[in-house]
């Protein structure tokens, strides 16, 4: 008895298409492995934009002044400060988030607060956009867009970096006091502490890079 055997091809392999694959379980899992922390971080993060953006209309003017050395809220006042007060805003507020991750990284339960400062990071972000488009219209989404936004995004990669190197340093030495696991105390701070001087330089070159984008654009608006 003779068998019929049928060879089935997909409607891409017949047109000559490559044929699609989907990533496997595997795939997913080596990612979460390699990325999960960051991916992580980057979700609190835009969780906190979302969040920043739909709750600018209920805070007061008074809030969003205070703010301000945290979130870009007072364009006027920014304005006449110039480029020296546009760096040393731009880099005091940076340097607060990564002042903190650090000392997160160090002490007995700051791993808990590590994603509320990526969160905090993105609602400020949320706020700032928001604040500027709903206050000047088309102006001021430009003004962010072109002048705001790349310093923003610069910094926003070099804080979830950091904010996953606190992380990993800080289960290194949970493990190490709880002797779960004995990694080298020494070696591994010094490593951490040397790629949190290197964000920090990457922070001041971005707060420079920010304080250039003002000095050259800023005087094209009026606020």
Known sequence: ?????F???????????PAVRLPNIENIRSI????????????????GLFFGSASVSSLSSKTLKTLDL???????????????????????????FLFISVLCALSLW???????IAFFKGFGIGVSAAYLISSY??????????????????FSMILVHQLSACYYIFKK????????RNYNAKENLG????KSLIYLMWTLIASFADALLWCVFAGLFKF
């Open 1 to 5: 008895m003779k068998g019929v055997i």
């Open 7 to 17: 060879t089935l091809k997909n409607r891409r392999q017949r047109r000559g298409l």
């Open 32 to 47: 979460l492995r390699r990325r999960g922390t960051l991916i992580f971080f980057v979700s609190s993060m835009l969780l």
């Open 70 to 96: 945290l979130f870009t809220t007072n364009l006027p006042e920014r304005l006449k400060n110039g480029i020296a007060g546009a760096f040393c805003a731009s880099f005091a507020s940076d340097f607060i």
């Open 110 to 116: 700051g791993v808990i607060v590590l994603p509320f």
């Open 137 to 154: 219209g088309i102006k001021g989404a430009l003004f962010y867009f072109l002048i705001i936004l790349p310093g923003v995004f610069f």
């Open 173 to 180: 030495l949970f493990f190490n006091v709880t002797r779960a």
């Open 191 to 194: 490593l951490f502490l040397k």
